[in-house]
Each structure stands twice: as C-alpha cells, then as structure tokens.
T-cell receptor
Framework: GAGVSQTPSNKVTEKGKYVELRCDPISGHTALYWYRQSLGQGPEFLIYFQGTGAADDSGLPNDRFFAVRPEGSVSTLKIQRTERGDSAVYLC?????????????FGPGTRLTVT | SQQGEEDPQALSIQEGENATMNCSYKTSINNLQWYRQNSGRGLVHLILIRSNEREKHSGRLRVTLDTSKKSSSLLITASRAADTASYFCATDPYDYKLSFGAGTTVTVRA
C-alpha cells in the first residue's frame, strides 16, 4: 500500500515568508508525528497528534510553528515569519497506534531552504 | 535534545565485509530502534528491540542491547553497496517521542 507522502519535496522561501508543509499519513494510522532534521544530525521531535488533537507539541521551537490535523488524517505544519535557521528537512511519520512499541513509518521529507 | 549517540560517526568498508556500529544512551528505555536513511531523506525502520531482549536478528542484521551499559550495537553482515546509508538508533525516553542520535554514515566500497 501507499506509504507516508509529503509535499512539497523541496521548498525555497525568502526570510520572513509563511510556508505550509503537508503530510499524508498511511491510511488507518491514528498517530502522526513531525520531526525536523538539520544537516548532519538525527531527527528531532516537534509534535505528535493522536487523532485530530495535538497530544504533545513540546518540540515546537517557538510560536512561529503550528501544526493542524483537522480530520485526523492529513496534517499541515505551518511556519510563520520564516528564519534562515528554520532551514532543515521536515519529516512526517505515522504509526498504527501510540507508544514506542509501534513502528513509526517516515515520509521522504520536505527540504525547506530559507534564503 | 538527543539522547542517543552513535559510534563511529563514519565507517568505510569493502563489499562483503561486516559493519558494526554502536549506540549509547542516557536514560532508561522501553524499546530501542534502528533506522536507515539514504541520501538525507526518509528513514526506513530496520529493527526494534525491547528492553527485556538481549539480541535480535533480521536477515543480515543483528542487534544487541545491554541495558546495564545503556548501549546497543548493530551488525550488518556481508555488506552490499545498497547498504551505503546513514544509520540511526532511536530510543524512547518519553514513550512515543523518539530520540535519535546523530547517526553513523556507512560507505560500502565495491
């Protein structure tokens, strides 16, 4: 079946602009996660959804970052007033249930470049 | 913050050789997982080992876990060019919230 998909695959934007990154999880997966990966580092947790609600947004770096999942499926990560330090690969993952015993399936990521 | 740390940072081996990388972590865990990443993009899940397991195999992969030393190792046997990738260990100090190390970059030379 289809895996996790993310669009766009690449996004170049100017400092100060607003961007939206989309994640389409595996059908039937109730848990959805966003991670951010900087060059040469491992992914870092941003936010976790269980169903429609953000169960844990403790990884969001500041209030410029926001994510939604209005119907419990597709999620959008929104970044306002982008800064050069926001440049990274943003990864989305989904899992059948919550908890670390469930495998998280990752999408290919969106590479965001802020100029 | 990242709780896991892989060692070495980079590894270059000849095709057919074995590759071993290690992961150390700081706090107690329920499970430890290994992922592979090609070309800096999506991660592929390789294997999950629970805290009460000591060793696990999957094809050419062998993972060990020593909770007393807070460390794990990943062994890839009979390496192939397609194994060239970055390998990450991920722990779960906060359950669903995986914490990744910086990874080991493996290059398999033909």
């Amino acid at each position: 079946g289809a895996g996790v998909s993310q669009t766009p695959s690449n996004k170049v934007t100017e400092k100060g602009k607003y961007v939206e990154l989309r994640c389409d999880p595996i059908s039937g997966h109730t848990a959805l996660y966003w991670y951010r990966q900087s060059l040469g580092q491992g992914p870092e947790f941003l936010i976790y959804f269980q169903g429609t609600g953000a169960a844990d947004d403790s990884g969001l770096p500041n209030d410029r970052f926001f994510a939604v999942r209005p119907e419990g499926s597709v999620s959008t990560l929104k970044i306002q007033r982008t800064e050069r330090g926001d440049s990274a690969v943003y990864l989305c993952a989904s899992s059948l249930g919550a908890g670390s015993s469930y495998e998280q399936y990752f999408g290919p990521g969106t590479r965001l470049t802020v100029t | 913050s990242q709780q896991g740390e892989e060692d070495p940072q980079a590894l270059s081996i000849q095709e057919g050789e074995n590759a071993t990388m290690n992961c150390s972590y700081k706090t107690s865990i329920n499970n430890l997982q290994w992922y592979r990443q090609n070309s800096g993009r999506g991660l592929v899940h390789l294997i999950l080992i629970r805290s009460n397991e000591r060793e696990k195999h999957s094809g050419r992969l062998r993972v060990t876990l020593d909770t007393s030393k807070k460390s794990s190792s990943l062994l890839i046997t009979a390496s192939r060019a397609a194994d060239t990738a970055s390998y990450f260990c991920a722990t779960d100090p906060y359950d669903y919230k995986l914490s990744f190390g910086a990874g080991t970059t493996v290059t398999v030379r033909a």
